[in-house]
Structure formats: structure tokens, C-alpha cells
T-cell receptor
Framework: EAGVAQSPRYKIIEKRQSVAFWCNPISGHATLYWYQQILGQGPKLLIQ????????DSQLPKDRFSAERLKGVDSTLKIQPAKLEDSAVYLC??????????????FGPGTRLTVT | GENVEQHPSTLSVQEGDSAVIKCTYSDSASNYFPWYKQELGKRPQLIIDIRSNVGEKKDQRIAVTLNKTAKHFSLHITETQPEDSAVYFC??????????FGAGTTVTVRA
């Protein structure tokens, strides 16, 4: 079974520039998550999708971050404009289905973003 | 939101000894309690989980115990090996769907 795929793996940008990350979840997984993990901290949920609908985006800084999951499969997370404090690893995860009890989340390798 | 605390934040053990990490949470409605392991530069990986209708679960050298009344659950690693060195996160499920990750415990196994 193929795992969660993410790209790019690394990205370096200057502050005020834009960046986009891509995630392809495990086939058949209805739920997709984007986390931000700052060095030395636990992952923080930014946004959660169930199919192509948003379940929770309460911790997404909506003035600069946006995310979409068209067609309920792949997802993109965008930052525009980036700030220095956005430097982190952005992790995508997926799980089977909320209602079906598919609680286990499978993480992708992450995208390490450095903002200079 | 869920308030999650892990203790200790760092743990150094001699190879072969046991390690215990405790996680306390605030949401009494939490019903799913996983532990994730993250090696340096790698993704978090689920190592064991427990649901609220069970008090203990064991998988070879690792076990998780749950005390719902006191709102805490613990990770136990026995016969530690160098490959157990990593950061461990608890992530109780808040409400119906959201995992709230703790700050992590860095475990170092000394050879």
C-alpha cells in the first residue's frame, strides 16, 4: 500500500513570498489533515478535510494560509505572504473515515519550509 | 480546546531498563488515546493506541495504560534498545475527531 505523498520535500523562500505544498493521501482515505510542526514542538493541526469539505480550520491563519481539496483526493496548502515564523515542517496525514472509526492517522514525509 | 501535558520532557535510560511517559489531558469526552514515535528527521508513526473502553493494551515491549477518571494515560517501554531513542508524542482525540499532540518526550537509550 502506497503511503501519503508530499512535495516538495524542502523549500527555501524569502519572507513575503508565496509557497504551495501538495499532498496525495493514501487511496481510499476520506479524511486529510495538514499539520504545522515547529522545531521542538508537537504537530499542530491547521486544517482537516472530510472528502472535499472542511471539518476544522480553527487554527489556520486565514489571512495568509489557504487550503483546498478539490475532488476529495489531493490537497494543496498555500502560504501568501510568508513570514519568518512560518518556518516549520508541514505534515500531511490521512485516515480512513471519521464515522467508520478509522482513527489511525498516517503521516507523509513532510515539507521542510525555511523562510529567510 | 484540549490541554495536553507530557511528562517528562526528556528521559535518559540505560539499555535494557524501562521507560514510562505520562500524558494528562483535559477533555473528559476524549475517547481515543494514541502514542506516536518520531525519529530525527522522520515522520510521526503510530506505535500503540487505546480506546476508552479498555484499561490497558500491550504490544510486545510497549504498552499503554489508561485512567479515564484521572484523565491520564501512559506509555511503557520495557527492555529498551538503542532504536527506541526518539521523540514520543501523545495525542488524545478531542471531541469527535481532532488529535491534540503533546509537546513530546525525548527518549535517549544509553548503550
Amino acid at each position: 500500500e502506497a503511503g501519503v505523498a508530499q512535495s516538495p520535500r524542502y523549500k527555501i523562500i524569502e519572507k513575503r513570498q508565496s509557497v504551495a505544498f501538495w499532498c496525495n493521501p493514501i487511496s481510499g482515505h476520506a479524511t486529510l489533515y495538514w499539520y504545522q510542526q515547529i522545531l521542538g514542538q508537537g504537530p499542530k493541526l491547521l486544517i482537516q478535510f472530510q472528502n472535499n469539505g472542511v471539518v476544522d480550520d480553527s487554527q489556520l491563519p486565514k489571512d495568509r494560509f489557504s487550503a483546498e481539496r478539490l475532488k476529495g483526493v489531493d490537497s494543496t496548502l498555500k502560504i501568501q505572504p510568508a513570514k519568518l515564523e512560518d518556518s516549520a515542517v508541514y505534515l500531511c496525514a490521512s485516515s480512513l473515515d471519521l464515522q467508520g472509526g478509522g482513527y489511525e492517522q498516517y503521516f507523509g514525509p513532510g515539507t521542510r519550509l525555511t523562510v529567510t | 480546546g484540549e490541554n495536553v501535558e507530557q511528562h517528562p520532557s526528556t528521559l535518559s535510560v540505560q539499555e535494557g531498563d524501562s521507560a514510562v511517559i505520562k500524558c494528562t489531558y483535559s477533555d473528559s469526552a476524549s475517547n481515543y488515546f494514541p502514542w506516536y514515535k518520531q525519529e530525527l528527521g522522520k515522520r510521526p508513526q503510530l506505535i500503540i493506541d487505546i480506546r476508552s473502553n479498555v484499561g490497558e493494551k500491550k504490544d510486545q515491549r510497549i504498552a499503554v495504560t489508561l485512567n479515564k477518571t484521572a484523565k491520564h494515560f501512559s506509555l511503557h517501554i520495557t527492555e529498551t534498545q538503542p532504536e527506541d531513542s526518539a521523540v514520543y508524542f501523545c495525542a488524545p482525540r478531542e471531541g469527535d475527531y481532532k488529535l491534540s499532540f503533546g509537546a513530546g518526550t525525548t527518549v535517549t537509550v544509553r548503550a
